[in-house]
């Protein structure tokens, strides 16, 4: 299952799981989740084979984690698919990320053009319906209610339901991506694919719920199989509106201008009481200013945090200069008031803060906020500041 992994609004980053290495130069991570997927996979096929081909009990578990190692091994090379598809087109690839529903591939930035994303996205599926079709011959080849048997069978089944799901059109689902693809390339407008795609991903999950709770009631899906597949739905109910958000943020990124937004500064010098410093902001004309420190000879040297600021005591303030709350300039990002909004969005992803420093030429020009852009970006959307 592919998860939405660009055009985000400004946060911190998450770690993406355990690193356990890189496969073709692309980095691998699992995910906590994970070893909830690998139990409930190792129990329930380690009792269809014990039923299945009269085994012991430790035999059955132990052809159970060989079952789960092979289809993980199916869902890293679904990954690979995009991202070695991604790579060949010139999209970085940031790593492969395996959890509780499958896995996901993330990427340094979009695909270019619709014709790429299409691509990419339907990478994935193709390895795994390959995947599907080399098992179902190994199946047919085998001996009947042999272990081998069985285990292709399984993986032929596995492989060709995640090739068929994955396919639905609706995101963050790979026929979603290929359904933005097709809008994107109609209407010339990504984020208008994007929206499209993220509504039929809720009507995607709202179906799998209905879906799943008919094949329950009939008997076709085991009850233990019941919370996986709400799980899945809920997931892709998750996902489907996250990426509605993020194409109604994408929309505003032209509005972005470093310049407008930024803070104004208020320039103190060194060892000046925080208490002095907040006054003489308060009474000037922008009292949302950010608070400089300068050196002797009039240079902006260190920026107040104002975290650091309102956390020290009214009464504390007028014995607390603001160089005790104030970070150094060397060590903040920093934008050039030139850069328009993509780039604005590319590096505060890649290097992510509170307060970004915006420079024209040597000059400090203002102090960009995060919860300004943020705001900027979902106006009726509750920031804290």
Known sequence: MEQPQSDRPPRRPTRPGLTVGRVLGVPLHLNGSMLLLALLVTVTYAEFARRQLDLSQLGAYLIGVGFVVSLLGSVLL??????????RHGI????????????????????????????VSLAGPAVSAVLGVAAVAATLALPDGTLTNQLAFQLAVSNVIVA???????????????????????????????????????????????????????????????????????????????????ARISRR??????R??????????TGTPLAEAQRRRAEGDRPDAALAVTDGAGRPVALVDPVAADAVPPARRPWIAVDAVARALAGLPVLPAGLDGERVMEAVRTHPGAQYVVTAGEDVVGVLHIADLAQLLEPKRKMNT
């Not at 679904?78 to 790579?87: K, V, Y």
């Not at 529903?101 to 994303?117: I, K, W």
């Open 92 to 119: 970085g690839v940031r790593g492969i990320t395996l959890e509780l529903l499958g896995g996901y591939t993330e990427m340094d930035r979009d695909a270019p053009s619709p014709r790429v994303d299409l691509l």
């Open 260 to 269: 407008r937004l930024a803070r104004p500064v208020l320039a103190v010098p």
């Open 253 to 258: 990124f032209p509005l972005i201008d470093l």
């Open 78 to 87: 679904h990954e690979l698919g995009h991202a070695l598809t991604a790579r």
């Open 164 to 246: 068929l799901f994955n396919l639905l059109p609706g995101l963050p689902l790979d026929g979603g991506r290929a359904l933005r693809a097709a809008v994107w390339a109609l209407t010339r407008d990504r984020h208008t694919g994007t929206e499209v795609a993220g509504w039929a991903g809720r009507a995607v999950a709202v179906g799998t719920v209905a879906a799943t709770l008919a094949l329950t009631v009939t008997g076709l899906l085991a009850p233990l199989a019941l919370p996986l597949m709400l799980l899945v739905a809920v997931t892709l109910w998750r996902g489907a509106g996250q990426s509605i958000r993020l």
